[in-house]
């Protein structure tokens, strides 16, 4: 099962300037995994949990990825740095229907921002979905206010279905409204999107 389901970046088109791959948990990522969720929880919240609630839930996902990921339904990966193999964002795929759809998720640590690790990680987790797992769309929701993580998508050829946004309400101190927006890539477009990329290497 593990090696079916390892794709690391260096198997998708990519940059010669590309400095990540996707690979499975191992044990030594519990602080850096920790710490991702930290920062997942401080920017979609009003305050966040306790240090032992965060080491424990990054323990629960190092120990039960693996279990989860069985029916196929669930997929997560850790973004790894190639050079120090240092844990630096999650990505995901949810809700698989085999041959069909998936939703892609991502979180990347706050220091790590900025380098482009999580457009290629989204590259990197497309390449999969189509080559592997044969699906023939993926999406995602991102909130409205989400700028970048939007970005991000267009980047790796995601459109926008203008109809199809959904309301969030979180409750904390009082009740919080956020929009999120749809994107989505069929593998028809993944693949034009991909001789693009190609093209423009080879230029």
């Given at each position: 099962?593990e090696?079916?389901?390892?794709?690391?970046?260096?198997e998708?088109?990519?940059?010669?300037?590309?400095?990540?791959?996707?690979?499975?948990?191992?044990?030594?990522?519990?602080?850096a995994?920790?710490?991702?969720?930290?920062?997942?929880?401080?920017?979609?919240?009003?305050?966040?949990?306790s240090?032992?609630?965060?080491?424990?839930?990054?323990?629960?996902?190092?120990?039960?990825?693996?279990?989860?990921?069985?029916?196929?339904?669930?997929?997560?990966?850790?973004?790894?740095?190639?050079?120090?193999?240092?844990?630096v964002?999650?990505?995901?795929?949810?809700?698989?229907?085999?041959?069909?759809?998936?939703e892609?998720?991502?979180?990347?640590?706050?220091?790590?921002?900025g380098?482009?690790?999580?457009?290629?990680a989204?590259?990197?987790?497309?390449?999969?979905?189509?080559?592997?797992?044969?699906?023939?769309?993926?999406?995602?929701?991102?909130?409205d206010?989400?700028?970048?993580?939007?970005?991000?998508?267009?980047?790796?050829?995601?459109?926008?279905?203008q109809?199809?946004?959904?309301?969030?309400?979180?409750?904390?101190?009082?009740?919080?409204?956020?929009?999120?927006?749809?994107?989505?890539?069929?593998?028809?477009?993944?693949?034009?999107?991909?001789?693009?990329?190609l093209?423009?290497?080879?230029?």
């Amino acid at each position: 099962m593990e090696n079916e389901r390892s794709c690391k970046l260096s198997e998708a088109p990519q940059k010669e300037n590309r400095q990540i791959y996707l690979g499975n948990f191992k044990e030594s990522d519990i602080d850096a995994l920790a710490e991702i969720i930290n920062d997942f929880y401080i920017s979609h919240n009003d305050g966040h949990p306790s240090r032992s609630y965060i080491v424990e839930r990054a323990k629960d996902i190092i120990n039960n990825v693996n279990e989860i990921s069985k029916n196929n339904s669930k997929i997560e990966f850790g973004i790894y740095k190639k050079d120090n193999n240092v844990l630096v964002g999650i990505i995901g795929l949810r809700d698989i229907k085999k041959n069909e759809t998936g939703e892609i998720g991502y979180s990347l640590s706050k220091k790590y921002v900025g380098n482009n690790y999580a457009t290629d990680a989204v590259g990197a987790m497309l390449y999969y979905a189509f080559e592997s797992l044969k699906l023939q769309k993926v999406f995602a929701y991102v909130l409205d206010s989400n700028i970048a993580s939007q970005n991000i998508l267009i980047k790796n050829g995601f459109k926008e279905e203008q109809n199809n946004r959904r309301e969030l309400k979180w409750y904390k101190k009082h009740l919080k409204v956020f929009i999120e927006k749809m994107y989505i890539i069929s593998k028809n477009n993944y693949y034009k999107t991909r001789e693009s990329s190609l093209e423009n290497i080879k230029r």
